[in-house]
């Protein structure tokens, strides 16, 4: 089935239907919450409001765009709430406990193993590139996450991000450069091979 008809499903009574979608999504919202938070707890919980916003808005829905384009704004704008939270209350340690109950489950996010003999350098390759792009600003680690790590076109990066799509394609050109820039800084490489090797751990890890 595809989203229309799993949603059409919901909207009827059918509530069990909503995790089709949650299990053909989980990952890249997570992903994208990922890269945007820098934090494997707030990811999880980053990914369970989003998907729990959408839940409670799905009537809303108009398919004026695909629900994937709808749930990665849904997801950016939690994300983005949540950073200018936690930027407001830096100077204060604080802890939250939420209690609150929820309807949906904990999301059971998988997260796949490269070859065993890739595995250390594929591991090494994500964290300099995490450790990079973590150090970006966030208009920028927000465009890359979207484009490089899941996939979407300019368009539906436009409609996320409310940007004209010329804006769109100009800020990823800027972002890459500043994120293999950093990689470099962060990274060893000689002089000759610096960029294309930069380059290679980038694409290997986004």
């Known amino acids: 089935m595809d989203d229309r008809e799993i949603i059409e499903r919901v909207l009827a009574g059918d509530n069990n239907a909503f995790g089709e979608l949650v299990e053909r999504y989980q990952v890249k919202v997570y992903n994208l919450a990922l890269r945007l938070t820098g934090n494997e707890d707030d990811a999880c919980d ?7 916003r959408a839940w409670r808005s799905l009537g809303a829905f108009q398919f004026e765009s695909a629900f994937s384009t709808w749930l990665f704004r849904l997801t950016h704008n939690v994300c983005i709430d949540h950073l200018r939270s936690r930027q407001r209350k830096s100077a204060v340690s604080l802890t939250v406990q ?13 997260d796949p193993a490269p070859d065993p003999e890739q595995a250390l350098l594929l591991a090494e390759d994500r964290a300099l590139v995490a450790q990079a792009l973590a150090a970006l600003p966030t208009d920028y680690r927000e465009i890359l996450t979207l484009r490089a790590i899941n996939d979407l076109s300019y368009q539906q990066i ?17 972002a890459r ?23 290679r751990r980038m694409r290997n890890a986004l």
């Open 46 to 52: 980053m990914a369970q409001e989003a998907f729990l």
């Open 98 to 110: 939420d209690d609150e109950s929820s309807e949906l489950s904990q999301l059971d996010l998988p």
């Open 177 to 199: 450069a500043q994120l293999r820039n950093k990689v470099l800084e962060l990274g060893n490489y000689s002089a000759q091979s610096s960029s294309k090797e930069a380059e």
């Open 158 to 174: 436009a409609e996320i991000l409310h940007l004209q799509e010329g804006t769109v394609k100009s800020r990823l050109s800027r």
